[in-house]
């Protein structure tokens, strides 16, 4: 399990965040959001197709001035959720960042993304990552969540990426 998480967190040092600047949703909005990254994720890369038949819909990053800006990060939101998720297509990865109330609100975030991810994937395997983290490996998938963001506005982060895409290093 500890070189999955290892592998794991190589997929997040591809994705950048800006924890600070997001809206804080409920526990349950944050795991179903990462729940549907565990979904379209599989050896092939990231299924954006799977992932809009799922209510996601892209979007895409402006200046002030509305001019669009260049990013490889695809992001997608549901009009009903301020949850982001995003997908960096070349490596695999699908990622979620969201604030919460606060860090007494972490924690359940764990508790219930675990629980919904031995929903759709029963074998799963679950340790810890880190100091605060949680990893979660089963059906050639490798996830993991964390405590990001500051005290004054505290978030977390997941992201979930195919297992042969990890051990590649993409």
């Known amino acids: 399990m500890a070189k999955a998480v290892r592998l794991a967190a190589l997929a997040l040092l591809t994705i950048p965040v800006a924890a600070a600047a997001q809206t804080t949703n409920p526990p349950a909005a944050i795991v179903e959001a990462a729940a549907d990254c565990w979904q379209v994720v599989g050896p092939a890369g990231v299924d954006q197709a799977a992932l809009v038949a799922k209510g ?80 979660f490996l089963g059906g050639g998938r490798i996830a993991l969540i964390e405590p990001t963001g500051t005290k004054e506005q505290p978030s977390v982060r997941y992201t979930v990426t195919a297992e042969s895409a990890a051990k590649k290093g993409r």
């Open 56 to 135: 996601w819909k892209a979007g895409e990053l402006r200046e002030k001035t509305g001019k669009a800006v260049a990013s490889p990060l695809k992001f997608y939101a549901k009009p009903t959720s301020t949850v982001v998720v995003m997908v960096l297509p070349n490596s695999g990865a699908c990622s979620v960042v969201s604030g919460v109330t606060g860090l007494d609100a972490y924690r359940p975030v764990m508790d219930l993304l675990q629980t919904r991810l031995k929903q759709v994937e029963p074998a799963l395997k679950a340790g810890r990552a880190g100091k605060n983290g949680a990893a």
